[in-house]
Nanobody, 117 residues
Framework: QVQLVESGGGLVQAGGSLRLSCKAS???????????WGWYSQAPGKQRELVAS???????NYADSVKGRFTISRDNARKMVYLQMNNLKPEDTAVYYC????????WGQGTQVTVSS
């Protein structure tokens, strides 16, 4: 059974940085590798939205709100997806989740990112 496990969130001041990690536990590499992966954010009272995506072999796309500040990457051998978040802003405060670009897997618990002003 595949389980998505996100980590790396926390409380930071505006302008700070965090690196989020996501492990696709229980997924074999032949299934992990062809998938495009995304990081999604869900702020209180708002719908979950895609903020960054990485396809195979590693084309990336970003929401306008995070472009130039966030960097998504993947490690196929480790079945990991990362999100480097720099110059964080209070409006980045949300729970962050990873999933395939189709949202085809059960959502993990997410990791809370809180940015204070």
């Amino acid at each position: 059974q595949v389980q998505l496990v996100e980590s790396g969130g926390g409380l930071v001041q505006a302008g700070g940085s965090l690196r989020l990690s996501c492990k696709a536990s229980g997924m074999i590499t032949s299934v992990f590798n062809p998938n495009g992966w995304g990081w999604y954010s869900q702020a209180p009272g708002k719908q979950r939205e895609l903020v960054a995506s990485v396809t195979s072999p590693s084309n990336t796309n970003y929401a306008d709100s995070v472009k130039g500040r966030f960097t998504i990457s993947r490690d196929n051998a480790r079945k990991m997806v990362y999100l480097q978040m720099n110059n964080l802003k209070p409006e980045d405060t949300a729970v962050y989740y990873c999933n395939t670009l189709k949202g085809s897997l059960d959502w993990g618990q997410g990791t809370q990112v809180t940015v204070s002003s």
